[in-house]
């Protein structure tokens, strides 16, 4: 049975970083492709960054230059550091296994205060 725990959400003020954790199990986890998404009150689900299993990574243009998505195979986790970050960040942020079968995780809060 795949399971994905995320860990690191919080309060934080603008300007300041939080570093997202998402340990994987019931899954050869070097075999898949991870991602971060999050959603704000009242939008939909949007993928924030991708780490492909070659390590290749991309991001939503939003998040740019100031969040590095990251993995160690040999923890099976998947990170996101995120620094800089801004009120329109807050949201709940979800790990998400994407390929080659999709699995969520159950989310954490992320709120960033002006």
């Known amino acids: 049975q795949v399971q994905l725990v995320e860990s690191g959400g919080g309060l934080v003020q603008a300007g300041g970083s939080l570093r997202l954790s998402c340990a994987a199990s019931?899954?050869?986890?070097?075999?898949?492709?991870m991602g971060w998404y999050r959603q704000a009150p009242g939008k939909e689900r949007e993928l924030v960054a991708v780490?492909?299993?070659?390590?290749?990574?991309n991001y939503v243009d939003s998040v740019k230059g100031r969040f590095t998505i990251s993995r160690d195979n040999a923890k099976n986790t998947v990170y996101l550091q995120m620094n800089s970050l801004k009120p329109e960040d807050t949201a709940v942020y979800y790990c998400?296994?994407?390929?080659?079968?999709?699995?969520w995780g159950q989310g954490t809060q992320v709120t960033v205060s002006s």
């Open positions: 780490i492909n299993t070659g390590g290749s990574t």
């Open positions: 998400a296994i994407i390929a080659p079968l999709r699995y």
């Open positions: 019931g899954t050869i986890f070097s075999r898949n492709v």
